[in-house]
């Protein structure tokens, strides 16, 4: 969620080289602010190697005069950093870090931003019980017109998309309960002031995934092309590989197989770059699944070996 990150840089001093106002704090605590904003910065560019490196010398910098708050921030970010890059096993050693000096050091405030992370941990490891036990407390009421009951904020909103996400995937070939949370997420996006060009363009792309369940697939595509319009202007990358690999998915089962190639192949170039292992496994199974119908065993194959060489075997 990029939305949390902005939140965090709230709570860092404001510094400026032109703004000629000197910095007189102790060197070890501009240097862990320093290690800090740039792991936050790296993360905002999809550098999760970089944003790692940077987030973990923050952590010992912090450590090093006992800083809480700044310990605490840094395991946050390298959760979700390590989250984005399909890290799981350290995500969740950083969220049980985290949760920890939240409880005993006073940070009570932030346990509904480590409930959200770890329930798309839970939600990225196909757990969805879990995830849904964790999401209970973060999800607000509906009136009858399903407007929510409570002022809008990242977590709820955040809480929300993900809700509406867990719905799509479920079995039920009229989607019901997938438009009832539509719904309430597009009411919900207009009434909060963090509504940004990013919400926007995960409305659409639930919304394409509506309008293929109600045979409009061409419909789909052109949502699935203003999402991504929307995600290039704000160089989103996860973003841009999700939404490629959605149109590929729907362009296979449209049978339209050359053109899924297409989207799938620049999806997986995207998940290369920025590492994500997990990711790039499933491209490529899909895309065996592209060559296969192609008859291509050629570049069947030839994926296949590339999930061996770079150690993406289930």
Not at 106 to 113: D, E, I, L, W
Not at 218 to 233: G, I, P
Not at 283 to 289: D, G
């Amino acid at each position: 969620m990029n939305k949390s990150r902005a939140l965090i840089l709230l709570l860092l001093p404001i510094l400026s080289a032109c703004s000629g106002i000197s910095d007189t704090r102790p060197e070890p605590l501009r240097k862990s602010e320093y290690f800090l904003e740039h792991g936050v910065s790296a993360f905002e560019n999809s550098d999760y190697v970089a944003a790692t490196d940077f987030l973990h010398k923050a952590l010992s910098h912090y450590r090093s005069i006992d800083n809480t708050m700044g310990i605490l921030l840094s395991h946050i970010n390298l959760a979700e950093t390590a989250l984005a890059a399909g890290n799981f096993p350290a995500a969740e050693s950083n969220l049980s870090a985290a949760e920890k000096i939240s409880r005993v050091s006073g940070y009570a405030n932030f346990q509904s931003r480590l409930n959200l992370l770890r329930s798309q941990v839970h939600w990225r490891k196909h757990d969805e019980e879990k995830s849904l036990a964790l999401l209970q407390g973060l999800l607000p009421t509906f009136d009858e017109e399903q407007r929510s009951n409570r002022k809008p904020d990242l977590i709820m909103l955040g809480a929300v998309t993900l809700r509406t996400d867990i719905a799509f995937s479920r079995d039920d070939e009229t989607k019901q309960e997938a438009r009832l949370w539509l719904r309430r997420l597009s009411l919900m996006l207009p009434s909060t002031e963090d509504n940004t060009q990013l919400h926007q363009a995960r409305l659409l792309r639930f919304e394409a995934q509506l309008a293929y369940y109600d045979n409009a697939p061409e419909d789909a595509l052109d949502k699935l092309e203003q999402t991504l319009q929307l995600y290039r202007q704000a160089a989103a990358r996860p973003a841009i590989a999700a939404t490629l690999t959605e149109s590929g998915l729907l362009l296979m089962k449209m049978r339209r197989w050359h053109e899924a190639e297409e989207k799938l192949q620049r999806a997986l170039y995207i998940r290369l770059w920025i590492m994500d292992r997990i990711g790039s496994r499933e491209l490529l199974e899909h895309l065996q699944q592209v060559y296969q119908a192609l008859g291509d065993n050629e570049h069947y194959l030839q994926s296949r070996e590339q999930v061996e060489r770079i150690g993406l075997r289930k």
